[in-house]
């Protein structure tokens, strides 16, 4: 929230209360939202309608949802300014919609403290022939904005769309120090090739901050090559708040009449704040780049033998145990860091598991090998969060990570036992 630029909550409250401004939420048509979510998308639903900021989240956990250690007063300050946005609601004065999908970041970034996961999903669509998938712009897609500010500009998921797939929200608990990654030790990753076969792609695409081409490393799809890139298409494709890198705004289902009526606020929406000189999408960006990564506690015993059987499975070709971050951060708190995110960061052939989907250079199949790090906060699993367990996430594994998942299968119980426990220590 740019302060002083937008009303404040109570104002907004006022304004609904008078102009019968209300947000309204999609009934999915596709029976996509699984049962659990349903008790918590009334809840936003309902904090939405009265935009009241979202309950303070729990952090009984640890030091999950930390500052990095190590950061000079300035990064702290700006790292609870930026935390303050991500936890306010937008408002439609604001620049909120007209489509969306929730009103804040932590809305759908919250479990188990600001800046987690949570049940929350997003649907994509798009028409898949002959190999050849269109995401149908044309019609609002690829991603579907289940909430609006009217009616009238409601989304729906176009007829002739033959792909929906749901997208699970990741943590983002020590995104800078993935940021902070060498491109070089990416692209070294996709070079090996395992005794399975297993080789991972490097996933190249257009950083919409720089404009140049670089290794995408964020979302399921390493869409996104950087943390600013994707807090501003967050802006816009979550909140529908237009920014100075997306100053286009979505309309709804592609209909540019609708857009017109319903789209009030000037663009770009958000907006410098002249005493920091950073906007919204900048000081959010700054939050998630000093968030702490999860910590993982000592390995007692059982966790132990469990990495010997991660590593015997092979499950260690995609999910690297640990990267190091080089000396070039302008932040020394993420300088020559190990950053043990189980993860290559590189794209994999899933086959089955892919979610039909082709977005930055992933092809429909293709998915981010996902990091591990932190696994015991993030349920449920799985791109789709389909899955409610580890284990139920292992056996999807299909394609590339077919012989792997495989080896888990013929597992005695003990050695999955071991396995799990240490899955659930990193
Ligand atoms: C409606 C729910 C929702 C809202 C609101 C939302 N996100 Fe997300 N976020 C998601 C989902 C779902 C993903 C996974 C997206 C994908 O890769 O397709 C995600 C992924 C991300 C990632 C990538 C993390 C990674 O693992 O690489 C970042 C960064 C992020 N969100 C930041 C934000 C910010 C900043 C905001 C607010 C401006 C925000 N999100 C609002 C649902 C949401
Ligand atoms: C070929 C590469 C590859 C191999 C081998 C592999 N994985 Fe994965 N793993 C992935 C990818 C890609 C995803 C994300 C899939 C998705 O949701 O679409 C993933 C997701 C997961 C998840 C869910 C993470 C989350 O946050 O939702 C777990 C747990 C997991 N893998 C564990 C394992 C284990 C344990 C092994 C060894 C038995 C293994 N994986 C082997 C590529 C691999």
Request: glycine share 10%; net charge negative; charged share 20%.
């Amino acid at each position: 929230m740019t302060k002083g630029t937008r009303p404040s909550a109570s104002i907004v409250n006022l304004l609904c209360l008078s102009f019968g401004l209300t947000a309204f939420a999609a009934t999915p048509q596709n029976n996509s939202a699984t049962p659990t979510t349903d008790g918590k998308q009334l809840a936003i639903r309902h904090q939405l309608t009265r935009h009241t900021k979202p309950p303070a989240p729990n952090s009984i956990r640890g030091q999950l949802g930390d500052p990095l250690q190590g950061l000079t007063a300035a990064q702290l300050a700006a790292f609870t300014d930026g935390k303050d946005d991500f936890e306010t609601a937008e408002t439609v004065e604001g620049g909120l919609g007209p489509i969306f999908n929730r009103d804040s970041c932590v809305a759908c970034h919250s479990g188990p403290a600001t800046g987690g996961s949570s049940v929350v999903n997003v649907t994509r669509f798009g028409l898949l022939t002959n190999g050849h998938f269109d995401g149908l712009e044309s019609l609002g897609g690829s991603l579907l904005q289940d909430h609006a500010i009217t009616p009238l500009a409601m989304e729906v998921i176009p007829m002739t769309a033959n792909v929906v797939a749901e997208r699970n929200s990741t943590p983002l608990f020590g995104l800078g120090l993935i940021e902070a990654i060498p491109e070089s030790a990416i692209i070294a990753n996709s070079k090996k090739r395992s005794a399975d076969g297993v080789q991972g792609r490097v996933s190249m695409v257009t950083d919409v901050v720089s404009g140049k081409t670089k290794v995408g490393r964020f979302g399921w799809k390493a869409q996104q090559a950087s943390i600013l890139g994707f807090s501003a298409d967050a802006y816009l494709n979550e909140m529908g708040i237009t920014n100075r890198f997306f100053s286009t705004e979505n309309a709804p289902n592609g209909d540019q009449a609708i857009l017109a009526e319903t789209d009030k606020v000037a663009d770009p929406e958000d907006q410098f704040d002249p005493i920091s000189g950073k906007s919204d999408v900048d000081k959010v960006a700054d939050f998630m780049t000093l968030l702490a990564p999860p910590n993982n506690g000592p390995l007692r015993p059982t966790a132990a033998a469990g990495k010997l059987v991660f590593d015997n499975l092979g499950c260690a070709s995609c999910h690297t145990p640990v990267m190091m971050t080089d000396n070039r951060s302008s932040i020394a708190a993420l300088r020559n860091r190990e950053v043990k995110l189980f993860s290559d960061l590189l794209l994999h052939d899933m086959g089955t598991l892919g979610d039909g989907i082709a977005q930055g250079a992933a092809s429909p199949t293709e998915m981010r090998t996902a990091p591990l790090w932190g696994l015991r906060f993030s349920a449920p699993y799985l791109h789709n969060g389909k899955a409610a367990t580890v284990e139920d996430a292992i056996k999807a594994h299909n394609g590339e990570g077919k012989v792997s998942r495989d080896r888990f299968n013929r597992l005695n119980k003990d050695q999955k036992a071991q396995l799990l426990d240490f899955l659930n220590s990193i």
